[in-house]
C-alpha cells in the first residue's frame, strides 16, 4: 500500500510521540493502448477496488479479472508517485482483443424429418461500439428448413451487469417420407428481453442472477390450410408461450478444471394472447432445468468432460417447452429429438485423449470414448414413450487447427433397441460437426 506514517514537527512531552497516519490511495488512473474500446470500460472496473486505503490485493484482483475479459488481450499497470506521497498515479497499459469472428459450419444436428445434415454462417462482435458490447448472428439451413437467429448485449454497469437482447426465426417443411406427401410447414419467432448480474465475480469464480421476459410463437399448415399438430395449439395451429424465466449461474474454474452450474425456473403466463386452450398444455406452466458440467485436465491435451442435465415440470408442456432426449450434442446413438417429454434426465460422459500433434500446423487429433443417457417423462394424460430411457456408448475423434479449425466425427451404438429403420446417419449412429473460422 502507499499509506504512510508521518512524525510532525513536535515537543516530546513524557516520552510520548505523535505519529499521524496518512492513508494512501489512487488519485488518477491513466489509461493508455486502448483503440476501438472506450478506456472508460477499464477505468470504472479498476476504480471497483480502489478505496482509502489502497488494498493492492483487491486491485490485483480486479486487474486479473479484466485480463480473463474477452475483449482484453493483454493488461499491465503501474503504480507511480503523484503531487501528494500518498496519492498514487495509477498508469494502465492495454492490448485490444480481435473480437470478429466469421465462421462457417456444418453438421447432422437436425431432425431427419427437415433434413439433418445443416449448415451455415454465424457472425460475432465482441466491442461493437466500443462499449464491450457483443453481437452475434446466425444463419442455418437444411433441405427444409432455414433459422436466423440474433442477439445483442451491452454492458450496464462496472460490475459487468448486462441487458441481452435476442430474438430469432425459423421456417420448416418436412420432407421425410411419407409425411412429405401432407406438405406440411411450420414457422415459429423468438424474442428475449434478459437482465444478467454477476453478484460475485474474482478470475476464479462467478456467481450471477438473472431475469429473462421471453415470448414464442408457432404456427403449423397441412396442405396449405392451417392445421393444429401438437396438443395446445388452436384451431389455426397456432402456439403463442410467454414466460417469465429465472436463472442462477455459477463457475468456478483454476488451470486442472472448471465446474459449471446453471438452474432456470420457467414461469409461463397468460399475457399478450398466450395460448390457453380448455384440457390442452397452455401457457401456464412451471417448469425447472438444471444444467451442469465439469471439465478435468488429466495430462496434456487430456481432458475428462462431464455434463449433466435435467428437467422437471408441474404440468403438461406445450412442444415448445418439452425436453428433447436423442440425437448430436444428447444421446448419440438415435435420431434427433428421439424422445420429446415433460421431465427428462441426461448424463453424458467422454475422455480426449491426444493421438497425434501436428504443431507446425497448431493440429491436435483425439480419440475420444464416450457413454450418454437420457430418460423422460410425461404429466397430465400422454403416457409415457416406450421405451422412454435410451443410453448409447461409442467413440469419436477431433481434429482442431488452433482456433481455426475444428472438426469432429462420433460413433454411437444404442444401447436400448428402438424397431427405428436405419434411414440416416443419425439412425447409423454417425454424427459429425465442422467448425471453421474464416476471420
Request: cysteine-free; proline content about 5%; overall charge negative.
Amino acid at each position: 500500500m502507499n499509506s504512510d506514517a508521518v512524525i510532525s514537527p513536535q515537543t516530546i512531552k513524557e516520552g510520548v510521540v505523535t505519529i499521524t497516519i496518512v492513508e494512501g490511495t489512487v488519485a488518477e488512473i491513466n489509461i493508455t493502448g486502448t483503440d476501438h474500446l472506450n478506456p472508460n470500460y477499464v477505468k470504472d472496473r479498476l476504480e471497483l477496488a480502489i478505496g482509502t486505503p489502497l488494498d493492492l490485493n483487491e486491485l490485483l484482483e480486479a486487474l486479473r479479472l479484466l485480463q480473463i475479459d474477452p475483449v482484453i488481450e493483454n493488461i499491465s499497470a503501474e503504480l507511480a508517485r503523484g503531487v501528494r506521497p500518498e496519492a498514487s498515479i495509477l498508469n494502465v497499459t492495454v492490448t485490444e482483443a480481435n473480437t470478429f469472428d466469421l465462421s462457417a459450419f456444418a453438421n447432422n444436428g437436425r431432425s431427419p424429418s427437415v433434413g439433418s445434415f445443416r449448415r451455415g454462417v454465424s457472425l460475432y462482435h465482441g466491442n461493437v461500439f466500443g462499449l464491450a458490447d457483443k453481437f452475434n448472428f446466425a444463419w442455418a439451413n437444411t433441405d427444409g428448413s432455414d433459422s436466423f437467429d440474433g442477439s445483442y448485449a451491452i454492458p450496464i454497469n462496472a460490475r459487468n451487469g448486462e441487458i441481452i437482447l435476442t430474438a430469432g426465426y425459423r421456417d420448416t417443411e418436412i420432407i421425410e417420407e411419407p409425411f412429405n406427401r401432407l406438405d406440411i410447414l411450420g414457422d415459429s419467432v423468438y424474442y428475449e428481453l434478459t437482465y444478467r448480474q454477476p453478484i460475485v465475480q474474482s478470475a476464479t469464480k462467478e456467481f450471477a442472477l438473472g431475469l429473462t421476459f421471453s415470448r414464442q410463437e408457432s404456427s403449423t399448415e397441412v396442405l396449405d390450410t392451417p392445421f393444429p399438430l401438437s396438443r395446445g395449439a388452436d384451431e389455426e395451429g397456432e402456439t403463442k408461450i410467454s414466460a417469465i424465466r429465472l436463472f442462477q449461474e455459477y463457475i468456478k474454474r483454476n488451470p486442472r478444471d472448471v465446474f459449471a452450474l446453471r438452474s432456470q425456473f420457467n414461469i409461463g403466463v397468460d399475457v399478450f394472447d398466450a395460448s390457453d386452450e380448455e384440457g390442452f398444455p397452455d401457457s401456464n406452466f412451471l417448469s425447472w432445468r438444471g444444467q451442469g458440467q465439469y471439465v478435468r485436465l488429466l495430462d496434456r491435451d487430456t481432458l475428462f468432460v462431464v455434463r449433466t442435465e435435467i428437467q422437471l415440470a408441474t404440468d403438461e408442456l406445450l412442444a415448445l417447452e418439452q425436453f428433447s432426449l436423442g440425437g448430436f450434442n444428447s444421446v448419440r446413438g438415435y435420431r434427433q429429438d428421439f424422445l420429446l417429454t415433460d421431465n427428462a434426465f441426461f448424463a453424458s460422459a467422454e475422455v480426449r485423449i491426444p493421438l497425434l500433434r501436428a504443431p507446425e500446423v497448431e493440429g491436435l487429433l483425439q480419440i475420444i470414448p464416450f457413454i450418454d443417457f437420457g430418460v423422460g417423462w410425461n404429466n397430465g394424460i400422454i403416457p409415457d414413450p416406450d421405451p422412454n430411457a435410451i443410453a448409447g456408448i461409442g467413440v469419436g475423434l477431433q481434429w482442431q487447427m488452433g482456433d481455426r479449425l475444428d472438426a469432429r466425427i462420433d460413433f454411437g451404438v444404442p444401447l436400448t433397441d428402438t424397431n427405428i429403420e436405419e434411414r440416416t446417419w443419425q439412425e447409423n449412429g454417425i454424427y459429425f460437426n465442422i467448425n471453421y473460422k474464416l476471420f
